[in-house]
């Protein structure tokens, strides 16, 4: 370790003995210094947990003149490690890799070993793909904010957030964290093995050189890795139990509305009522392994009445679905009937 690292943990143990001994649970080195990829200009990167408000006086920020390196020591609440441990980015080398060299008491030690373990957790489990999508979807709506404006500094900054998102995204999705800084960030992506030229593809969008570019570049990322991120995911085979009721929902909520719309000739309740079966199939289509069904295409602005038949056309395809599983819809004759068959149960 450097001999300046070392003045300035000794620093900052000695301050929390004097003003806050109390107040310092666990300080621990991560980044360059923890990794062994330390250049001359490296600074410093702490992990300073605290317990209150007295620890904050351990904060400082400043510049060293004689080696023009600059230094944030930076203080962590249990509030923010523990909201890291939640797993909602991939940047967790200081939860998962900090190298202890104080630690206040054994308490302290398996409230660190019990974040660490949750992380763990949750990056061995489903839930991280939950976690990719909704870094996913963040970055979709930084690329849209970018449509809005043609400044080339905003959506400069536009897109490298949703570069950022999509970077974690791609790491929680497989289970993984950076372990290492900005200039490792491709070299520890190229452990993922994807099918894309994802360095590429980044580096085209930074080298944008207007706003129209940066965004058709973006888009084409978005592109290569929603496609990769929705074939990597495995679905449940179909069966009675997630598929059952849903064609008679589909029924339920637009079977009559086509046609009545159509009557009305309202091209906007048609268009609605097609639209909702659409997204609830591809709900489906999104968790279960059935065919997929699009055909927003078909949908015709100047005939209501055609919309009705692509309606029933689809309704028909996705029957087929039950067919495969030997199930058939609940129908019966009549009200009463359906109530006796209701009721069966509590008599």
């Known amino acids: 370790m450097k001999e300046i690292n070392k003045k300035l943990i000794d620093a900052i143990k ?15 080195i991560y980044g360059s210094a923890a990794t062994g990829d330390e250049h001359e200009k490296s600074d410093l990167d702490l992990l300073i947990l605290i317990n209150g408000d007295a ?47 104080f630690c206040r008491d054994e308490n302290v030690q398996q ?11 949750i990056l061995g489990s489903d839930l991280r793909f939950e976690k990719a999508e909704k870094l996913l979807q963040t970055a979709k709506q930084e690329y849209a904010d970018s449509c809005f404006t043609d400044d080339l500094a905003e959506v400069r900054v536009y897109a490298g957030d949703a570069i950022l998102n999509l970077l974690d995204a791609l790491m929680l999705y497989h289970g993984r964290y950076f372990h290492r800084g900005t200039k490792r960030t491709f070299e520890e992506m190229s452990e993922l093995a994807l099918p ?14 207007t706003a129209e570019e940066i965004r058709r570049e973006l888009k084409k ?41 159509a009557e009305r000739k309202d091209i906007f309740s048609s268009f609605m009522n097609l639209l909702s079966l659409q997204l609830m199939l591809q709900d ?51 009200v009463d009937a359906f109530v006796e068959k209701y009721l069966e149960s509590v008599h």
């Open 14 to 28: 000695q301050k929390a003995e004097l003003i806050c001994p109390d107040a310092l649970d666990l300080l621990a």
């Open 55 to 101: 620890g904050w006086q351990l904060a400082d920020c400043f510049i060293l003149d004689d080696v023009k390196i600059g230094y944030d020591i930076y203080c962590t609440t249990w509030e923010g490690l523990e909201q890291d441990a939640e797993c909602d980015h991939a940047k967790l080398a200081k939860l998962m890799d900090s190298k202890v060299i």
């Open 111 to 121: 409230r660190l070993d019990a974040a660490k373990e949750k992380a763990g957790l």
């Open 196 to 209: 894309f030229d994802l360095q590429g593809m980044v580096l085209s969008v930074i080298k944008g050189d």
């Open 221 to 261: 990322l978005f592109r290569a890795i929603t496609q990769y991120m929705k074939q990597s995911g495995e679905k449940e085979k179909s069966s009675p139990d997630n598929l059952r009721g849903s064609y008679e929902e589909m029924f339920s909520n637009w079977k009559n509305k086509m046609p009545e719309a």
């Open 284 to 334: 489906i289509d999104g968790d279960v392994d059935v065919e997929k069904l699009r055909f927003m295409h078909l949908f015709d602005p100047g005939d209501p009445a055609r919309n009705v038949q692509v309606f029933d056309n689809v309704l028909a395809e996705y029957h087929k679905e039950y067919e495969k599983l030997g199930m058939t819809e609940r129908r019966f004759e009549n």
